[in-house]
T-cell receptor
Framework: EAQVTQNPRYLITVTGKKLTVTCSQN?????MSWYRQDPGLGLRQIYY???????DKGDVPEGYKVSRKEKRNFPLILESPSPNQTSLYFC???????????FGPGTRLTVL | GENVEQHPSTLSVQEGDSAVIKCTYS??????FPWYKQELGKRPQLIID?????GEKKDQRIAVTLNKTAKHFSLHITETQPEDSAVYFC???????????FGKGNQVVVIP
């Protein structure tokens, strides 16, 4: 089954404790992206990757890191989480930035 | 960068009536315009998209129209049903840019 998976689905953590949210896709897509969704602000792109070892900033990259060492995986790293990073995070994959995005189930992160 | 705005933010319609959501974009180079539907507690899913070489596209009860001169595109839902109740996001992208900018979303409520 073609899918995008994210782990964990829910996470409560404390300020400053490094965390990683994993994202994996099995559709051989070159393009992967991370979004955060906040009430009233819609979906905002954090980082995207056009291929292995190629990443670029989206609209709200501050406080986040990503890596793309393998085509199928695109982890999101918060080195020192802060409460303003409390949000719903979605990973997505697609053939390109101008084609259908397949979203993962979402990760709800709370930073205390 | 691209700025996408959606109007109205909330739309209530009687079951069976039509719903129209309009999006405006700022970058005249944008040439890919998707619409995503997000039901409560679920991930966004593509419902229809249009490219700039086409003025209108239909898929059953859903249609999208594009006015490149005015830089706006609209989602039309006819014969609305309760299952059409959701948040709808428009987005815009440019080939070769690889960044997808989303609007803030429209809450559509279909009243039985």
């Amino acid at each position: 089954e073609a899918q995008v998976t994210q782990n964990p689905r829910y996470l409560i953590t404390v300020t400053g404790k490094k965390l990683t949210v994993t994202c994996s896709q099995n559709m051989n897509h070159e393009y992967m992206s991370w979004y955060r969704q906040d009430p009233g602000l819609g979906l905002r792109q954090i980082y995207y990757s056009m291929n292995v070892e190629v990443t670029d900033k989206g609209d709200v990259p501050e406080g986040y890191k990503v890596s793309r060492k393998e085509k199928r995986n695109f982890p999101l790293i918060l080195e020192s989480p802060s409460p303003n990073q409390t949000s719903l995070y979605f990973c997505a994959s697609s053939l390109s930035g101008a084609s259908e995005q397949f979203f993962g189930p979402g990760t709800r992160l709370t930073v205390l | 960068g691209e700025n996408v705005e959606q109007h109205p933010s909330t739309l209530s319609v009687q079951e069976g009536d039509s719903a129209v959501i309009k999006c405006t974009y700022s970058d005249s180079a944008s040439n890919y315009f998707p619409w995503y539907k997000q039901e409560l507690g679920k991930r966004p899913q593509l419902i229809i998209d249009i490219r700039s070489n086409v003025g209108e596209k239909k898929d059953q009860r859903i249609a999208v129209t594009l006015n490149k001169t005015a830089k706006h595109f609209s989602l039309h839902i006819t014969e609305t049903q309760p299952e059409d109740s959701a948040v709808y996001f428009c987005a815009a992208s440019t080939y070769g840019n690889n960044r997808l900018a989303f609007g803030k979303g429209n809450q559509v409520v279909v009243i039985p």
